[in-house]
């Protein structure tokens, strides 16, 4: 996802005219590429399931979907959200269970993996708000890497 970052030009290593700045360095600790800005309620953020799309993070029935399972998961990110009172609400749709999510162009990983259930839970709560008890803050805090931006 483009977020006005402009290429450097060939020949002088000076931005385009038109203002902005270069794109910062390879491994200085900016955003990932591609990543999603869940803070950013305009453009949808599309879930995947090994590429194909399963619905838009911040719709309840998507949310539901993603915390039940990672709740049936029982990974220690789980263990931790019942902790604070996180219930699961519906079955979750047994696809979750096996296959390769990603956030947009974020690749998330395989629910039931610590990273993979942390960066959900992060990006639920930054997206919807909080699950009980728990935001975003709660989320990162807990599970250092979760969030992305």
Excluded: C
């Amino acid at each position: 996802m483009n977020r006005g970052s402009r290429e450097l030009s060939p020949a002088d290593g000076k931005p385009p005219r038109g203002g902005g700045r270069p794109p910062a360095p390879p491994a200085t600790g900016g955003p990932e590429r591609g990543a999603p800005d869940p803070f950013d309620h305009g453009p949808p953020i599309v879930v995947s399931i090994d590429g194909k799309p399963f619905g838009d993070l911040g719709s309840q029935a998507i949310d539901e979907q993603l915390l039940s399972a990672v709740l049936q998961s029982w990974s220690e990110v789980a263990e931790w959200l019942v902790g604070f009172g996180a219930v699961a609400t519906t079955p979750p749709d047994p696809q979750l269970l096996f296959g390769w999510l990603s956030l947009d162009q974020l690749a998330i990983g395989q629910i039931g993996r610590r990273h993979a259930d942390a960066r959900l839970a992060w990006a639920i709560t930054a997206r919807s708000g909080p699950l009980g008890v728990v935001t975003y803050e709660h989320v990162e805090a807990a599970f250092p890497g979760a969030a992305w931006l």
